[in-house]
């Protein structure tokens, strides 16, 4: 039986940048289909009450940031903590995301490139010539790829991966859902994988 995960994501999300390089890896030990659901946190956010970043407690913030150090460290992963272009709008991003998974791509290595343009690399994930170089460097066409981020096909395939994570009571990135039971968390994956094993 296939062992399908629905993984619900926004790519400025640096908890989901540690998460997925390490869920590449469960695909791989695990024959795992992945459902990659890049979807609008900022509108999940707003409909459930979360704060954004910025207007979250002072004690919130720097835990938080003392987090981003730890795993960071941890996981042997480069982060800049307090990177130069963020908060950033990702919605071609994930658009684009949308797009190679509908032409049979893998999307791993697009959805990581943009994680870690925000959070490594310093870099406008906003901005159309940086969206047009990550494509390239990621072997997809980047010619006419904005445009068909703005199509109606993607801009309502963006509105339903956003719509099944608020019925499926996602309200944070990364969301992992297998079997119907909901992991919230990069820091929940050994959960995740227990269940996955179990299965």
Known sequence: MTKIL????????????????????????YNLKINWKPCNLAKIFSI??????KDRPQPVQINRINELKRWSNF????????PKYFPVDPTISHKIIIIVQNKNMNPFN???????????????????????????????????????????????????????ALKNNVWGSPTFIYNNELFWGQDRIEFLERAIQNS
Request: aromatic share 10%; hydrophobic share 30%; charged share 25%.
């Open 6 to 29: 629905d993984y619900y994501f926004a790519t400025p999300s640096p908890w989901a940048y540690f998460a997925t390089p390490r869920i590449k890896t469960m695909q791989k030990k």
């Open 48 to 53: 459930n009450g979360t704060l954004n970043v």
């Open 75 to 82: 996981l042997n992963m480069p982060n800049s903590i307090n």
């Open 110 to 164: 697009i959805t990581f490139s943009f994680m870690k343009s925000v959070w490594a690399d310093e870099k406008d994930i906003a901005d159309d010539e940086t969206i047009k170089n990550i494509c390239k460097q990621n072997n997809i066409s980047s010619d006419s790829i904005l445009d068909e981020a703005n199509s109606s096909e993607i801009n309502n395939q963006y509105l339903k991966n956003t719509e099944e």
